[in-house]
């Protein structure tokens, strides 16, 4: 996957799902697969949801685009309900949600979410918490952390059954331990996740991206022209 | 999966539950009147038989089968536990209509409440029957709740065994609700996190009764370590066998304990009374309680006669408790006299 370097697009313009810019971004799209219920962390986890039954959604469409100092993905995805979690839903309803997966470290494992001294880093968007994402990181199943709610934006827009969401962050951050650092002509190992909320899907209930290289995808972004 | 030092535990003697709700109350003025906590009554007191709250949890699922498997389960809904009613206060007292209009509900009509179906029960009169059962978080040993959380949110302290969820870790995906097999814990739509019964622990700490053990009119809460073997619980769960976990089948280890209920004589035909026959079905409350409710029945019967003829049973001395202090294992402070924490539940992220 490459990420498209654009000169002088503002933050804002990347972070609407339907600006002009994203017509000029070649998207990819990229096959989903559930997550194991094996590798669930409880018995009750992997009861709720048998082999089989994890992973509403099987396809996102993903483009990249970055400015030199900041980095927005643009998914799509078709969904027959936008889900805004519990409440209106008289406590039973889960939201749909959406997350970017980076490894920290060289060797960091995207099946286990990161491992003790390797994190991972999740750029996270939720149904219910639109406009604002969460900076995310995990090292190892059911370790996740935010960080933090100011770094990483997101947004995203519901219409005729597609979730079109962007979610954005500077290339790179001061907390360099455990938050992913990118920069224009490097590459990374990438991976995408949607959570189907009317799935009840949440936690390690998802669908994901495997990609080649020790699952991840790669990541290649354009130098800065 | 590590085991706690001590356990503490509370036993209710349902024979003396008069179903005032004051335990509901005292507990809901302390701890649950945070935003997004409206509907939540950590401590619950229903009628039965009857639907529970939330309603009809005893079919929702949860807990462990025999083989330790964890059961199917379901997520109960804000309305099944009853939401919070909003009343017409503020046109009443401070909108000129207090001459005018009766106090009403707003909004729609409610469908269910935490107490809705009060005082029905079971049973064809002249034979019916019904009892309280007042209902807390059980702070299981095998509790449900902690082994679902893909978080390890929900933590068992060391020193005492009360089950609480650490709200800096919880996320709001509520594998613990559904696996709670009593529904004894409730979602903070607001917070986005489970809350649960805390066993007063801020006051445990300083050495007082939980509130709604404390504040029981009818003296129907004993609490204390589950080993102290100079307490009420240890004698009246492993001596003499009377108190009995809710729905041991449910496979958690419960560590709240219930003296079954004896209940009144059938009438027979003729209208008189038949002490041969028990008013409440002994498959009622073995149902309830499991088969060892019966030997329970039997012995309370026993020591009451005992008591009845030679005017001496501990048996009876202990539950009727006499002197409340004797009732909280040690636990006996005078809160007013204590510096008790309070609780901020739920640090901003």
Redo the contacts between chains.
Sequence with gaps: MKAQFIRGVSLKELLDPEAMVWRGVKPEPLLLSGTPSAL?????????FPEGTIGAVKNVVVAAAHNGSEIAFRLEWQDHSADT???GQ???GFPDGAAILFPTRKGAPLMTMGAPGLPVNAWYWRADENGRGRHVTAQG????D?LD?ELVKANGIYQSGVWRVVIARSLQTRNGGSAAQLSAGGKTGISVAIWEGSHKE???IKSFALGQQEGWHELILDRQA | MTASKRQLAMVMDLNKCLGCHTCSIACKTLWSKDDGMEYMQFNTVNTIPGQGTPKDWETMGGGFDAQGNARPARLPSRKEYGDAWQFSHDELYYGGRGNSRHLEIKGDTPEWGPNWDEDQGGGVFPNAYYFYLPRICNHCTHAACKEACPRGAIEKREEDGIVTVNEDRCRGYRFCQAACPYKKIYFNHQKHVAQKCIFCFPRIDEGVAPACARQCPGRIRFVGYRDDQEAPIWKLVDKWKVALPLHPEYGTDPNVFYVPPIGPAMFDGSGDIDESRPRIPDEYLVGLFGPKVLDALATIKAEREKKRITGKSELMDLLIAYEWKNMFGGFDKDPSKVQVATIQWTRKR
């Design positions: 669930q962390p409880t018995l009750a986890v992997r009861a709720a979690g519990a409440d008289d406590d039973v199943l059911g370790t996740s935010t709610r949440r936690a390690g």
